[in-house]
């Protein structure tokens, strides 16, 4: 079946402007992470959902970022008045309830802010 | 911040050569898993090793796991120019339900 996908692929902002990464997980998938990747570092945890319920958004750096999941299906993120720091690949993964050794990973966002 | 520390860095062999990496972390886990990440990828899931296990194979990979010293190795033997990608160990911290990774290990394999 399909995998997680993830639009756009690459996005590019100017400082200041909001912006909003999708994420599709994998039919079926009640759990689903966000994390955050920086150029040559690993995978940094985000936040996490349980169908609509965020339990987790320990990892969101900032309150500028943002995470929901209204149906419990699709998530979004959002970061607001992005900064250079922001720069990042944001990746989410999707899995079945507490099986975090059954993670799959989309193909990442890359933003670039200018 | 990140638990995993990754060593090398970097790595860079001849093909056919073996290459091995490193991964050290802090806390208890419940599991520890091997991702590959191909430039401008995503992750891709290599292996997973359980806390109660020591050893684990598959095809050409080797991963062990030292839990009195927090550490485990990936070896991918007869490497292969395709095997060039970075790698990531990744625990599960018991309790909490994300993954921490760590640096990565960048693999070059020189045909």
Redesign the interface.
């Known amino acids: 079946g399909a995998g997680v996908s993830q639009s756009p692929r690459y996005k590019v902002a100017k400082r200041g402007q909001d912006v909003a990464l999708r994420c599709d997980p994998i039919s079926g998938h009640v759990?689903l992470?966000w994390?955050q990747q920086a150029l040559?570092?690993?995978?940094?945890?985000l936040t996490?959902f349980?169908n609509e319920a965020q339990?987790?958004k320990s990892?969101l750096p900032s309150d500028r970022f943002f995470a929901e999941r209204p149906e419990g299906s699709v998530s979004t993120l959002k970061i607001q008045r992005t900064q250079q720091e922001d720069s990042a690949v944001y990746?989410c993964?999707s899995s079945r309830p507490?099986r975090?050794?059954e993670?799959?990973?989309?193909?990442?966002t890359?933003l670039t802010v200018t | 911040s990140q638990q995993g520390e990754e060593d090398p860095q970097a790595l860079s062999i001849q093909e056919g050569e073996n290459a091995t990496m490193n991964c050290s972390y802090k806390t208890s886990i419940n599991n520890l898993q091997w991702y590959r990440q191909n430039s401008g990828r995503g992750l891709v899931h290599l292996i997973l090793i359980r806390s109660n296990e020591r050893e684990k194979h598959s095809g050409r990979l080797r991963v062990t796991l030292d839990t009195s010293k927090k550490s485990s190795s990936l070896l991918i033997t007869a490497s292969r120019a395709a095997d060039t990608a970075s790698y990531f160990c990744a625990t599960d911290q018991r309790g909490a339900q994300k993954l921490v990774f760590g640096q990565g290990t960048r693999l070059t394999i020189n045909p």
């Open positions: 759990s992470f994390y040559g570092q690993g995978p940094e945890f996490y349980q339990l987790d990892g990746l993964a507490f975090l050794d993670q799959y990973f989309g193909p990442g890359r």
